[in-house]
């Protein structure tokens, strides 16, 4: 098991909401930059969205602006993604990362093994 492990990917209905977490051990998760990204089948990697170490600054990719919102919680190691309103077109591997800026995924060094999250119209 790496430093990073998803949870609460599953199944969800159109228009509806899912929490996923990410929890880090082995890293000094305050001082990591942390995104969210997702994956879907014969498509790239993408970035969903990004927080800064103190929780201050995020930024999000435009197919999610309003509808997820990225938070963490230093103390307990974790980084979250609320998603509403979701979508058929939201299915997909999601994966958190650590220790990169933005939503590129070639600048982040650590990844979890990710969560599927599959909403039905």
């Known amino acids: 098991q790496g430093p990073l492990v998803e949870s609460g990917g599953g199944s969800a209905q159109s228009g509806g909401s899912l929490r996923l977490s990410c929890t880090a051990s082995?890293?000094?998760?305050?001082?990591?930059?942390m995104g969210w990204f997702r994956q879907a089948a014969g498509k790239e990697r993408e970035g969903v969205s990004y927080?800064?170490?103190?929780?201050?600054?995020?930024y999000y990719a435009d197919f999610v602006k309003d509808r997820f919102t990225i938070s963490r919680d230093n103390a307990k190691n974790t980084v979250y993604l609320q998603m509403n309103d979701l979508k058929p077109e939201d299915t997909a591997m999601y994966y958190c990362?650590?220790?990169?800026?933005?939503?590129?995924?070639?600048?982040?060094?650590?990844w979890g093994q990710g969560t599927q999250v599959t909403v039905s119209s």
């Open positions: 082995g890293l000094t998760f305050a001082n990591y930059p």
């Open positions: 927080i800064n170490t103190s929780g201050g600054t995020s």
């Open positions: 990362a650590a220790g990169g800026i933005g939503l590129l995924p070639r600048e982040y060094n650590y």
